[in-house]
Nanobody, 117 residues
Framework: AQVVESGGDQVQPGGSLKLSCVASDFLLRNYHVQWYRQAPGKQREMIASITYLGGNILYADSVNGRFTISRDKDANAAWLEMTELKSEDTATYYC???????????WGKGTLVTVSP
């Protein structure tokens, strides 16, 4: 069982990207999902989270109003839509699934987002 992120790319400031987190061999609908990022030389930080039913969503101040987290139980996936990207958004982005009831948590290996002219 695992989660795999994709969608990272190099984009110009002001641009947009949509990251995907696809779960395999377990039901993501029974898990809360968080997106983290880690910039070079910095600690990993949580930037967005969504509960397993999707009823509670939180964002870090640094991305609030620019990023949108979403999920779909039929697709067994979650997404992070990023707009108005800034150079300080450059980082490796990770998906993290934590069980709503019981079980293991899962980290993806990350997808790189680079924001530069």
């Amino acid at each position: 069982a695992q989660v795999v992120e994709s969608g990272g790319d190099q984009v110009q400031p002001g641009g947009s990207l949509k990251l995907s987190c696809v779960a395999s061999d377990f039901l993501l609908r029974n898990y809360h999902v968080q997106w983290y990022r880690q910039a070079p030389g910095k600690q990993r930080e949580m930037i967005a989270s969504i509960t397993y039913l999707g009823g509670n969503i939180l964002y870090a101040d640094s991305v609030n109003g620019r990023f949108t987290i979403s999920r779909d139980k039929d697709a067994n996936a979650a997404w992070l839509e990023m707009t108005e990207l800034k150079s300080e958004d450059t980082a490796t982005y990770y998906c993290h699934a934590t069980p709503a009831f019981q079980g293991l948590d899962y980290w993806g290996k990350g997808t790189l987002v680079t924001v530069s002219p």
